[in-house]
């Protein structure tokens, strides 16, 4: 596999600071705020918190043309056990209903199994934000069967139900592994109704363009997915690309950046911003620091300076409430036509 992480290609962009300049510097027709403040939304400000989101590093098993995060195998950066054990405390005190753990592949972590049982024994519904390939290497093999003993909602990245798309966006070969991993969670219940067992599919464009409509694609993909392949799931999300990492480099590499800010400016709908995922998720990074939203997070722009700026500060002052959202050009991304977010549309 070729590591493509933009720390190993020693690209200019490896530094959220110069993405966020780049952003900052596009001759764009409006700004975010001056968006925010059209729809009657600014400054926007945080709800009550219903999902912690725990980024366990940028380690990975694959190396994806698209990825925001910039993971890959050659990242080192894993969360630390004081971390680790911080956030748990800081989930149970703060009676948040939901963790959602990502990555990375968030799996390799070694105390991965243990944030799951905990976080499951306090009552919490936990989610995994899979690649599905993690699931066929040897040391991983039974992760499915755990998955489904703790009823962990599984959100497993698939670009396309075509091999050529997803093999183009995730590496050669990813599709057919993907495809073994789906068929096991489908033996175990996932994605069948009546069992409970959650498994929601995540698809974004392979390209500089929006995604579809995610309530004309679902049938379509479960359809496809059924009749050649005999794979079920519960959901589709759509999810925006955003230029933030390996895409933004992507977009001003292929002379796409321009157009693709311009189309997501003039894609602005007010009417996502009531489901935005940075107004009810906190993002804890694998250094404990605290982040409005994933995205937010690449681009080292933390949380507002008059709140808690890191987990242990929540743990002790776990006041979030009506607290501003720190925003940029980026945001653009997740207010586009039907909105994005980790839970895809957020018109629906």
Known sequence: MALITLINTRSPLAA??????LLEAMPLERGFEDALASAGQHPLKRTETRVLQMNLGKRCNQACHHCHVD????RLEVMPDEVVDTTLRALERSGIPTLDITGGAPELHPRF???VTRARAMGRHVMDRCNLTITTLPNYADLPEFFAVNAVEVVASLPSYAPTQTDRQRGEGVFEASLEALRRFN??????EGTGLVLDLVTNPVGAFLPASQVALEPDWKRELKRRYGV????LFTITNMPISRYLEWLEQSGNLSAYMEKLVQAFNPATITGLMCRDTISV???GRLFDCDFNQMLDVQVDARGPRTIADLLSAPALLRQPVVTGPH???CTAGTGSSCGGATIT
């Open 187 to 192: 033996h175990l219940g996932y994605g069948r």
């Open 16 to 21: 959220p600071a110069a993405q966020r300049a």
């Open 331 to 333: 945001c653009f991304g």
């Open 232 to 235: 079920e799931f519960n959901r």
């Open 113 to 115: 199994r243990d944030i």
């Open 285 to 287: 990074s694998w250094d």
């Open 71 to 74: 993971a890959g195998p050659d």
